[in-house]
C-alpha cells in the first residue's frame, strides 16, 4: 500500500506506540546507533504516551514520520518546556513537507498544553539538521549572543564522578 502523506500530522495515542517504536527503531538503525528494538520501545512508549512526559505526533497512514517531545516543568517560565528527542521522516519521502508539518504540529501541541519553548539537540556535523531547524526560526544562541550553546551529557550508569 502507497503511504498517504497529505493528511495532517496527528498526535498519537497509545495505541499508536508501535508504529512510533518500529519508525524510531528505523531511525537508529538508518545512522548506525543502537536501539533496544520495537518491543522494548513500543513498551516505553505505551508507558509514556499514557501520561502527560512525552508527546508523539505521526504523519501518513500508514506511517511514515514521526516527532517525539519530553515534556517537562522549568523554573524559567511557566508553563512546560519540550525537548523534540527525535523527527524523522523515512527516506525517499524527505524533501516533501512531512518533517515541517512534523515540526509545527508538535509545536501547537506543547502550546497548546501551555508550553513556551521548544528545545533540540542536534549534533555539530548534522548540518541538514541545523539547516532545517534554523529555517524553522531556532537558534543556538541566547539573543544578543554570539557563542553557540553546547550540550553536554552523562549517562548515569557509570556511578558518580568524583572532582579532581
Do not use: K
Amino acid at each position: 500500500m502507497e503511504p498517504t502523506t497529505s493528511a495532517a500530522p496527528r498526535v498519537c495515542s497509545v495505541e499508536d506506540a508501535g508504529a512510533v517504536a518500529a519508525l524510531l527503531d528505523a531511525f537508529n538503525r538508518e545512522y548506525g546507533d543502537p536501539t533496544p528494538g520495537v518491543g522494548v520501545l513500543a513498551t516505553r512508549l505505551r508507558r509514556l504516551l499514557a501520561g502527560d512526559a512525552a508527546i508523539a505526533v505521526l504523519a501518513g497512514e500508514p506511517a511514515v514520520g514521526v516527532a517525539l517531545l519530553s515534556v517537562r516543568l522549568n523554573v524559567w517560565y511557566d508553563g512546560p518546556v519540550a525537548v523534540l528527542d527525535e523527527l524523522y521522516v523515512v527516506p525517499g519521502l524527505r524533501g516533501h513537507g512531512i518533517g515541517s508539518g512534523l515540526l509545527r504540529a508538535a509545536e501547537a501541541v506543547v502550546i497548546a498544553r501551555g508550553g513556551e519553548l521548544v528545545e533540540i539537540n542536534v549534533d555539530g556535523d548534522d548540518v541538514d539538521a541545523r539547516r532545517f531547524y534554523e529555517r524553522h526560526g531556532y537558534s543556538n544562541s541566547e539573543p544578543g549572543r554570539d557563542e553557540q550553546l553546547l550540550y553536554y551529557y552523562r549517562e548515569l550508569t557509570a556511578g558518580p564522578v568524583t572532582p579532581a
